[in-house]
């Protein structure tokens, strides 16, 4: 279920990068971890983020949680639609739940991320630990 | 013994009734209406507006809770008006009631103190008249500060107290200033429907709250689609015919309906005759007193916003109670260590204590409780989920330091916390009492667990 064309970080988001253009979201595993989602902080266009740090916050039922960028990069664009319809990342992480996408200078900064393979495994050795 | 109070605010009132129950002949001299600002024009009227937006708010989303509602839900600005006023009313006929209760007589006019043991009216409805008095105590609060080069105009330029009469609500509203009367005012206009833009000096609203707290804050303002501006300062304002452009810093413009200026409060110390008996005020015209309230002037003492110090409501009561004890004889000291306060904002905000970074400051070791609303069932069954319980504890001897609320109920869930640090009473004495379920209250029992890492609606920390 966890698509096979994007990159995963340990902080549960995924991005897929095309050209100088990257697309994030979270993946289908923090949904579920978060519940119904009722609220997101979307990022404001042309800000700059820095990989790690938070690019948005996340608001559900039972908890928020920042939004950890997988990579670096400036606002482009934000996914409107989550502002009143936010449930649509539980419906469709990987799809129409995508939160923003960033322009960025280097492209391999993916290349240390995650493929859907590894973070399977890192999940599955998450679950062990708890 | 005979006492003359200057002012009938929640300093001048208080201190008024105190006097009178502990025997002394008390005249309370008033310009406006007894009840001060607090009553009038701050504190009750603005509660007042908030509770209309709040039933609009619940009206707007009324089909959450399972109720269909067949028309329009529409604010009727002067029914909302109306009703502030008839609160406001009702506190004031409570306030001289207790005075005539007590024997305390009233003078409504403006008091002009000649020397130390007189004070002459000028009376409301003409003539004058003069007060002999053993002490007096100086309770003459303050005013909407303004800015020198847009002075308040009551039309497009206001101050707090205009904001409370408007008689149609602006279709769009600058608020220059996001501290406490600013984001009130922000979110009471926003629900009744004006495009509400904040611009603020400091780098965030509410900047003396605690940092997580006023960074909740703003995301509350985003949800709302009220705008902060941040780090800006108003270089100038135009007054157009429709309208006020206001001038920033960074160059942009802001065009709005009206203007709201709260930007603080100015301290009403001057005209009063301070002069006459050798009072001396600091550099914003605070008088200064002492512990026991008492200024340079044996006899004379001042209370509350007049001395420029904690300007809230219940810290001048208390300390129209210290002068008023020590004005009979007495030798009591003031405590402004505990001192809570609130924002009626939406949520709800309160604190009471050191905040993190204070705590810090100080050199304490510090651990933090903390517990968000949403865990809450009873939250959810109100449908006001959004906000944090912080507490913060001084690591070593389990005491509480503080605590920071922003939530529903948050200004009555903090004298738990109040109480706790007033007494010197530790995370476990509060994690240990059993609190009713299922009530908001409960977050305070889990974000003090939280501090021990015990909470148990909270998931395991990895």
């Not at chain 1, 897929?16 to 994030?24: H, L, N, R, V, Y």
């Not at chain 2, 009734?17 to 009553?39: F, H, N, P, R, Y």
């Not at chain 2, 270089?235 to 429709?242: A, F, P, R, V």
Request: a negative charge; hydrophobic letters at 40%.
């Amino acid at each position: 279920m966890n698509p096979e064309n994007i990159k995963y970080h340990k902080e549960h988001t995924w991005v897929k990068i095309s050209g100088k253009k990257a697309t994030i979201g979270i993946t289908n595993y923090a949904q579920e971890s978060l519940g119904d989602i009722v609220y997101i902080d979307l990022p404001e266009q042309d800000t700059s983020v820095e990989a790690n740090t938070e690019l948005s916050e996340i608001e559900s039922t039972k908890t928020t949680s920042s939004v950890i960028s997988p990579v670096s990069g400036t606002v482009m664009e934000v996914n409107e639609d989550l502002a009143e319809t936010p449930e649509i990342i539980n419906e469709d992480p990987y799809g129409k739940g995508w939160i923003a996408v960033l322009e960025i200078e280097d492209e391999s900064q993916a290349d240390s991320l995650m493929d859907v393979s590894e973070y399977e495994k890192y999940l599955e050795e998450e679950a062990k630990l708890k | 013994m005979k006492i003359a109070v200057l002012g009938a605010g929640p300093g001048g009132y208080v201190a008024a009734i105190k006097a009178a129950q502990l025997g002394a002949s008390v005249t309370v001299i008033e310009d406006t209406e007894v009840g001060g600002t607090c009553l009038n024009r701050g504190c009750i009227p603005t509660k007042a507006l908030v509770a209309s937006a709040e039933a609009l708010d619940k009206a707007k989303n009324i089909h959450d809770f399972g109720i269909e509602l067949n028309g329009d839900v529409i604010p009727n600005i002067q029914k909302i008006l109306e009703r502030k006023n008839k609160i406001v009313n009702i506190q004031v006929k409570g306030i001289r009631g207790l005075f005539k209760s007590w024997g305390i007589k009233i003078l409504d006019g403006k008091g002009f103190i000649v020397s130390a043991n007189k004070i002459r009216v000028a009376l409301k409805d003409g003539g004058a008249e003069e007060v002999e008095t053993d002490k007096i105590i100086i309770a003459t609060g303050s005013r909407p500060a303004q800015i020198p080069i847009f002075p308040f105009d009551g039309e497009k330029i206001l101050s707090s107290d205009d904001a409370l009469n408007l008689n149609n609500i602006p279709r769009s509203l600058l608020i220059i200033g996001a501290g406490v009367i600013g984001c009130e005012f922000a979110f009471i206009y926003r629900e009744f429907g004006s495009e509400v833009t904040m611009v603020e000096m400091m780098p965030g609203a509410v900047s003396t709250e605690d940092e997580e707290i006023s960074a909740i804050l703003e995301k509350e303002l985003k949800k709302r689609k009220i705008k902060l501006i941040a780090n800006i300062k108003v270089e100038k304002i135009e007054i157009k015919e429709n309208s006020v452009l206001t001038f920033l810093s960074d160059g942009r413009t802001i065009e709005a309906e009206k203007v709201l200026v709260s930007i603080g409060r100015a301290i009403n110390s001057k005209d009063i005759g301070l002069e006459n008996i050798g009072v001396k005020t600091g550099q914003r015209g605070e008088i200064i007193v002492n512990d026991k309230m008492e200024t340079g002037i044996k006899g004379v003492y001042a209370v509350g916003d007049v001395t420029g110090g904690i300007m809230l409501a219940h810290m001048a009561s208390k300390e129209g109670m210290i002068a008023a004890e020590n004005a009979v004889g007495g030798d009591a000291v003031i405590n402004r260590s505990v001192v809570p306060s609130a924002i009626f904002t939406s949520p709800e905000i309160a604190s009471v204590g050191l905040r993190e970074k204070q705590a810090l400051d100080k050199g304490y070791r510090i651990k933090i409780g903390r517990f968000q609303f949403r865990a809450l069932g009873k939250a959810h069954a109100m449908g006001e989920i959004s906000g944090l319980i912080k507490i913060i504890a001084d690591e070593q001897n389990d005491k509480i330091l503080g605590a920071h609320i922003i939530g529903p109920h948050a200004s009555d869930l903090i004298h738990e916390i109040a109480l706790a640090v007033n007494k010197g009473l530790t995370v476990k004495d509060i994690a240990d009492t059993i609190h009713a379920h299922p009530t908001l209250s409960e977050g305070i029992m889990e974000a003090a667990e939280d501090v021990h890492d015990s909470a148990i609606h909270v998931p395991k920390k990895q």
